[in-house]
């Protein structure tokens, strides 16, 4: 690389000059219109892919950022089906390839590939081919090793080059090249000798999850000078963002996993994420007692078990999954409807890939995390070798921590999105909090309007769907759990949304609730009601101390895990 190449920023092409290739009239739109209806059957581009593909097949360099999951592959495999000779495609993993090489024998288009399993017999076929002008092949699919240490590969492909038959490199999960990104692979360092050789390949970088500083690691390390980067947004708007609690000395989270999954998910699929090999074993045999149809998954079981496993689940005879992040890259299910995290994630990127498992098929999906103080220390423990893994650690941690930001703006930060509020759509526990108040004041509104005087205790109970079924049809009842709901009652009595009505007689003083001095502001739809609320699964001795440290500092915080109907 030429150092002194100015890095970041991409070539200057304003936001109009973008604008030009998300339009169909180049000359090459027609024909890749008819390959993505009648080699992809597929009807339309998403978002990006078309503006992706144009400036690709314009010549440019770019760095795609897309979620995973909305199609980057099209990206290069749509622009490789439209143009001369091949495009050489870099992958980490042999398992990602051979999905690849499945998918695009099924569509009937030719792709060869090499790696460290191909035989010898399969190496020799495919190199010979590189600079056979009548070979048919599309794309070839090599290993980052291949790159770095077949030099009769390199030959080959310079060859191809020079016979102008390398029509363009893509770069899969490009991250991987940075030690600052989350997944670095050594070989991936040495990938700039592609654009070193084949100055004139358009080359295309693929990933997920990078952050703008990794973007600019990768962009040296590739050796691209100036690459446009498109980046789609990270905002899964069907995704529900959740963080539970966890008690180190007691915890009971299985149990309330397994509640959730028989309950609210009744009949549906999912993963349940968890820390170690011993974990997705203990787990999964825990849930399987609570009679949940579970399964462990981990690096550590031998191919035919994961691989059935895999298949169970895909097919739908398996519920759930209970599994390390070996479970991961290559999963492809659309209606996983929750994704389950027992133990953080050891950095937001990871836990933003792991959860975004769910709703792939856009209708809403649940991401739950349970955040245990101890865990942070056993995931400390095990990042400690890696670059930055203590600081990347602390992104998540502060993402559980966090009582009063919105779950996504807390997301969108660590990917540098611009991001509005307005966005989330009560789509997090944080934002959906107000929701919760506002139903607590109608009841108490409801019940006066009725002339009817209700305790703190109806008032707890017409909430939990526990009061006269007469009153339940009428109210929007919850599944929080009592600890959350009195915290909730308790914050409106002191935020002054409801207030003390009493009521003496000559025996006792009764207490009973009615709407406080700022309820008429609910009426008001700018008006915002907030409250910071600790979630946990305390028992009740260790509510009391806290309870007691919380009034202290007069915070107006409750305690109890957030659920929704
Ligand atoms: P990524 O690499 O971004 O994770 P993939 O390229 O593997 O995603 O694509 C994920 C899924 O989306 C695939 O099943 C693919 O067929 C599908 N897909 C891609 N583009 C489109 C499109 N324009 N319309 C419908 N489905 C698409
Ligand atoms: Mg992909
Ligand atoms: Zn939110």
Request: charged share 25%; with cysteine.
């Amino acid at each position: 690389c030429d150092s002194t190449q100015p890095s970041g920023s991409g070539p200057a092409m304003t936001k109009q000059e973008l604008l030009r290739y998300e339009n169909d009239d180049f000359s090459w739109s027609t024909e890749l219109e008819q390959n993505l209806k009648d080699v992809f059957q597929l009807s339309k581009f998403r978002p990006l892919q078309l503006k992706a593909i144009n400036l690709s097949m314009s010549g440019k360099d770019l760095f795609l950022v897309m979620p995973t999951g909305r199609g980057k592959s099209l990206c290069y495999q749509l622009p490789a089906v439209c143009s001369e000779g091949f495009t050489l495609v870099v992958t980490p993993l042999v398992s990602l390839m051979e999905d690849q090489l499945m998918y695009l024998k099924s569509i009937d288009v030719e792709a060869v590939s090499l790696n460290a399993s191909s035989s010898k017999e399969h190496a020799k076929m495919v190199l010979a081919e590189l600079t056979d002008s009548k070979a048919p092949f599309k794309l070839l699919y090599v290993t980052p090793e291949k790159i770095a240490k077949s030099k009769l590969l390199m030959s080959r492909l310079e060859k191809a080059y020079n016979a102008g038959r390398l029509s363009r490199i893509a770069v899969d999960e490009v991250h991987c090249c940075s030690q600052w990104g989350h997944d670095f692979r050594p070989d991936y360092k040495l990938l700039g000798i592609l654009k070193r050789q084949f100055p004139k390949v358009p080359l295309l970088g693929l990933t997920a999850t990078a952050t703008g500083s990794v973007l600019k690691d990768c962009q040296k390390i590739l050796c691209v000078p100036e690459p446009i980067t498109l980046t789609a947004s990270f905002n899964r708007t069907n995704l529900y963002y959740e963080v539970r609690l966890k008690d180190s000395n007691s915890d009971d989270s299985v149990s309330d996993i397994s509640a959730l999954i028989k309950e609210r998910y009744k009949d549906q699929s999912g993963i349940v994420y968890v820390f170690s090999q011993k974990d997705a074993e203990t787990v999964s045999a825990d849930l399987q007692k609570k009679g949940v149809n579970a399964s462990p998954y981990h690096a550590n079981m031998n191919p035919e078990d994961k691989s059935q496993v895999h298949r169970k689940w895909a097919t739908n005879k398996i519920q759930v999954v209970v599994a390390t992040v070996a479970f991961g890259m290559g999963i492809d299910k659309a209606d996983v409807r929750f994704v389950i995290h027992h133990t953080i994630s050891k950095s937001i990127e990871n836990y933003y890939q792991e959860s975004g498992r769910a709703g792939r098929d856009d209708k809403p999906a649940d991401c739950i995390v349970y955040f245990g103080f101890n865990d942070i220390f056993r995931i400390s423990t095990m990042v400690v070798m890696e670059n930055v893994g203590q600081q990347k650690l602390l992104t998540m941690v502060d993402y559980c921590q966090n009582v009063d930001r919105c779950r996504r703006s807390v997301i969108a930060v660590h990917f540098d999105e611009v991001w509005d509020d307005e966005g989330c759509n009560e789509m997090c526990d944080v934002c959906r909090l107000p929701s919760f108040m506002l139903n607590v004041v109608q009841i108490v509104e409801l019940a006066g309007s009725l002339d009817e005087k209700l305790t703190p205790l109806k008032v707890t109970e017409a909430w939990m769907g526990k009061g006269p079924a007469k009153r339940r049809k009428m109210i929007q009842t919850t599944t929080l759990s009592r600890l959350e709901v009195e915290a909730i009652i308790t914050s409106l009595l002191l935020q002054g949304y409801l207030s003390e009505d009493f009521s003496f007689t000559p025996y006792t003083t009764y207490f009973y609730l009615k709407l406080g001095g700022k309820a008429p502001l609910l009426k008001n739809q700018s008006h915002s009601i907030t409250m910071k609320m600790r979630r946990t699964g305390l028992d009740a001795n260790t509510v009391s101390t806290t309870q007691q440290t919380v009034q202290e500092s007069f915070r107006q915080e409750a305690f109890g895990c957030i659920s929704r109907d």
